[in-house]
C-alpha cells in the first residue's frame, strides 16, 4: 500500500521508516519538494521511501498520515489540499500542544473540541481517524519494546477507516484486543488531553518509553 506521511520530525521519520520496513510505498510531505530533513530520511531508508511537498505525498499516499506539529496541522493539511484528500483515510497522530508560554504546554484548542475534530469539519470528504498519540513514536511501532501489552487507542466516525488502522496497528504488533475504539472521533477530546498527564509522568518515570494498559476487575482470575 502507498501511504502519504506529513511532517519530517521523529513521529513522522519513525513511522516512515515502520512503514517501510513492512512492505509499504511511502512519500514524506514537507513544506517544501526537497525538505532537507525528508530527502536526507529517503537517502537513509532508500528503496521505498520518496519525498515530496504536503500536497504531492497526500496525492501518492492511499492513507495519509498526519505527524506534523498540532498547532501547524490545519495549514499542512490545507497545503495538502481538500481536493486530495477527499475520500481518503486521514490518521490524525498530532496533539495540538502549544509552547508559546513554555513548559508545560496547554492545549491550542477550545474546551469541547479537539484537533482531529477540527481536521474532520475543514476536509468533510476526508475519514479522519485519531491514533496513536497517547505514545512516544518508538512505542507507536514497537510496543513489544514494553514488558507488557499496554493498550493504544483509537476513535473516528468511519467504521472501516477504523478498522484498516487497527490492521495497521496489528502488523506494527499492537495486540488486537489492546486497540481500544473509543467510538465516534469526539473521543479525541480525551485522548489529546490525556497529553497533560502523558507529559507530567514523562517527568515522573524520567523516559518517554512507557504507557498504559486498562484492567478491569472482571479480567482478574
Known sequence: MRYG??????VGQTLGSALVRS????????????????????????????????????????????????VHSLAALDAAGSGVLSDKIVVDVANPLDFSGGFPPRLAVDEGDS??????????????????????????????????????F??????????????????????????????RLDQARATERYLLLWLALMGTVSSPDFNVRIVRAEDMA
Open 5 to 10: 506521511v506529513l511532517g519530517t520530525g521523529v
Open 115 to 152: 484537533l482531529a475534530e477540527q481536521i474532520q469539519r475543514r476536509f468533510p470528504r476526508s475519514r479522519v481517524v485519531k491514533a496513536l498519540n497517547t505514545v512516544t513514536a518508538s512505542v507507536m511501532v514497537d510496543p513489544g519494546s514494553l514488558p507488557e501489552a499496554t493498550d493504544v
Open 154 to 183: 483509537i476513535c473516528g466516525d468511519d467504521a472501516d477507516a477504523k478498522l484498516a488502522v487497527t490492521e495497521l496497528l496489528t502488523t506494527w504488533g499492537w495486540e488486537h484486543a489492546r486497540v481500544r475504539d473509543l467510538g
Open 23 to 70: 512492505g509499504h510505498e511511502v512519500c514524506m510531505g514537507a513544506r517544501t519538494e526537497q525538505h532537507a530533513g525528508s530527502v536526507a530520511w529517503a537517502a537513509e531508508v532508500g528503496d521505498g521511501a520518496s519525498t515530496g511537498s504536503f500536497s504531492e505525498a497526500a496525492r501518492f499516499g492511499e492513507i495519509v498520515i498526519n505527524c506534523t506539529a498540532g
